[in-house]
């Protein structure tokens, strides 16, 4: 692949904080952004060039978004494939749409990461009703409910302990099927974030420890401890294993459990990830930028982290009321998205803290 020349356009999927923040790592590298998202919150619209603002299946749109680009990439993975089958033709698209399609179908994917040796909490699907009795039987309970597809942050997601409970759980799951998956008893959460050059060379940042709350990522930390330091080896096989052979081109992010049994793959994410948000300062090169320079063919740049210690806090909701006390932290590397809307819930901003 011959690198991108600068003042070329990279068209980004999705118009959310993660497309703005890899406008604006594409942008400090002399690219241009053209985002493509349906009619919303588009924040990433506010540091780009171009915006199409069109359906995700409108075929017209994306043909003439095609023709405007130099490569596609994406900031969202639920992008329905089969139109973007059709402009591949026109334009490079990194990462491929096959890591899309694994991506979208929880079940396709752990069966991938099972083939290629990894280990995942037990599953069985149930994909109607009557399908759930037997799917949670064979996991046991307690279990959790998650759809196949669609779900993200904790959505989609029921836990249930009693047979009891089922017929409600398929409804409130919105009635479509589900995968019925055996609780873990994780001592911590982590991923394993790479990047993937277009020559095959792959880089890693480190792992941080990652603490949910409500389902939604709350903070990323290092050093992440002694139990994800002694399994992040193996858990960067088995996503190095996954990139490979998907011959993956960008940012590639993989969820683990650190189990007693040893990492556990929970699920991929074909794009940069807000567990990697902490690498803007606390790396020498972020995973927006190496995601920008792998998309355009260009040497990839270190992932050393460059801290004793990092810390990155999501500001959900109201919490971005504290924004002017925020900036009274030294330490503090304060992020606003820009989104119009606090609704509770929703991810408006983040802290990056560093100690040396
Ligand atoms: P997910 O949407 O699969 O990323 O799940 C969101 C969060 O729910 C995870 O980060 C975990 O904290 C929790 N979770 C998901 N699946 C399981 C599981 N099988 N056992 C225990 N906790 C889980």
Not at 134 to 147: C, M, N, Q, R
Request: charged share 25%; glycine share 8%.
């Amino acid at each position: 692949m011959t690198a991108l020349s600068p003042g070329s356009t990279i068209g980004i999927m999705g118009g959310g904080q993660l497309g703005r923040m890899l406008a604006m790592a594409a942008a400090q590298l002399g690219y241009r952004c053209h985002i493509y998202a349906p009619a919303g919150d588009n924040v990433a619209c506010d540091v780009a060039a171009d915006a199409t603002i069109a359906a995700y299946d409108d075929l017209e749109a994306l043909k003439r978004f095609a023709t405007a680009c130099d490569v596609i990439t994406f900031e969202f993975e639920n992008v329905p494939v089969l139109p973007l089958k059709t402009i591949a033709r026109d334009v490079p698209i990194h990462p491929p749409i096959k890591a899309l399609e694994i991506g979208q179908d929880r079940v396709e994917e752990k069966e991938f990461v099972r083939k290629l040796g990894g280990k995942t909490a037990d599953f069985a699907v149930a994909r109607s009703e009557i399908e759930v009795e037997d799917a949670v039987a064979v996991v046991g309970t307690p279990a959790i409910l998650k759809t196949i597809r669609m779900g993200y942050d904790g959505k989609g997601q029921i836990r249930v302990s009693a047979k009891s409970e089922l017929a409600s759980a398929w409804r409130r799951a919105g009635s479509q099927p589900l995968i019925a998956e055996a609780m873990v008893e994780f001592d911590a959460e982590f991923s394993v974030i790479l990047v993937r050059g277009a020559d095959g060379e792959i880089r890693y940042w480190d792992s941080t420890r990652n603490a949910h709350e409500d389902g939604i990522l709350a903070t990323s930390t290092l050093p992440a401890g002694p139990l994800i330091e002694s399994q992040q080896v193996a858990a960067r096989k088995m996503a190095a294993a996954v990139a490979r052979a998907l011959d993956y081109v960008g940012v590639f992010t993989a969820e683990f459990f650190a189990s007693a049994e040893g990492p556990l793959f929970n699920e991929i994410a074909p794009r940069v990830h807000n567990s990697g948000h902490w690498t803007i300062e606390g790396a020498e090169t972020s995973q927006f930028e190496n995601h920008i320079r792998a998309i355009c063919g260009l040497p990839l740049g270190s992932t050393a982290t460059v801290a004793e210690r990092v810390e990155m806090q999501n500001l959900i909701g109201k919490d971005g009321e504290r924004f002017i006390q925020l900036l009274g932290d030294p330490a503090a590397n304060v992020h606003l998205y820009g989104k119009a809307e606090a609704r509770p819930g929703r991810k408006i901003g983040h802290v990056t803290r560093l100690y040396r």
